[in-house]
């Protein structure tokens, strides 16, 4: 970045297509996931408003291909029509009626990965009809699943993780617009990626410190082992044989098993390995603490067009949001809240259950704020979201929070 093209605006001042290098207060403060960006929306220059004055632009850089009524969305990524769906439930009732389904799918994947650990062959049945409970969720309204895959138990780990990729690989599906069939598809190769995990041992799998290098090829071996493991299954959408194998393929060539170069790697194993990054690092592991949902989704975006694919990364961005469901999130207030919904008007204000005061102290009862009502100064600026924590911050845990039923408060 030339210091030559940078030109300091009044935020009043900004068009769309302008490319935003710097700002007039620290970015982690702000809803801004990536230092620097083009505002590409009236949405974004509405966001640069609130939290800044003044901002230095790059003149010298010009956006590129802007679709000035929404975000870049790619457009070759899959040959089918793209999709719409419309949320078609309340998030408080999908809660209800979802929370015992994620609860019967847990348990079936679970059973599902310890028969394969046992030598018995994939029940292939179960699979379909836990993606299948996973699909029909989603597609009502993709928010409630994904506050549910941030309930993981660390001592359950790979269980807990093929389900969550199962159910973020669906709801990237539904963003993309892909079909119900391919929706059930993706979930399947989620459900299954690291099946061949079952067949690398305990001590590898879950060893606290750095993997030898003999031990690093046991545990690389888990996509020869999850093909083979699904090539005997029999009677299994072939494409979920083809994502166990390449998950762990990258874009520039530097991948395993094989190295396959961008072009032989599917748009299904290419979406996976996005999924597969963004759930483990913010899993909380014997060798590495969680990161936070915008600590993952950064990485993903600085690795794009080296270990992911560039239009995929964005795009999964986009369908996971600045605050996905289930973010702990400091309000501007010092408050302390969990995302419940995100709106579908504007990613940077969701519905945010507010538990604790500034002093960091419970509310009696938490309360429900709408944040998009701080564009109708119906609600004040101090209840914008300043940052996100990582679970168990503030000693908040999603999975107290669940049980205890406050999502039934409003
Ligand atoms: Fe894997």
New binding site residues.
Partial sequence: MSLNNMIEVRVSELRVGMYVAKLDREWLDTPFLIQGFYLESQEDIETVCQYCKKVWIDASRKAPGIHLDGRNKPTDTHSAPVKKYPRKSDIFQEHKRSAKAFGQARTLTKSLLDDVRLGEVINTQAAEATVNECVQSVMRHPDALMWMTRLRKESEYTADHSLNVCILAVAFGRHLGMSEQDLQHIGLCGLL??V??MRVPDDVLNKPGKLLPKEMRMMMA??VH?RNLLLSAGNIYTGAVDVAYS??ERIDGQGYPRKLTADKISLFSRIICIV?AYDAMTADRCYQAAKTSTEALKIIYEERGKQFDERLAIAFLETVGLYPPGSIVELCSGDIGVVIENSQNYRHLPIVSVVLDADKTPYPKPQTYNLAMTQTDELSKEYLVKRVHPDGSFGLSLRDFHEKGLLNYR
Avoid: A
């Fill in positions: 990626h690291d061949g995990k888990h996509t999850g998950h762990h597969d």
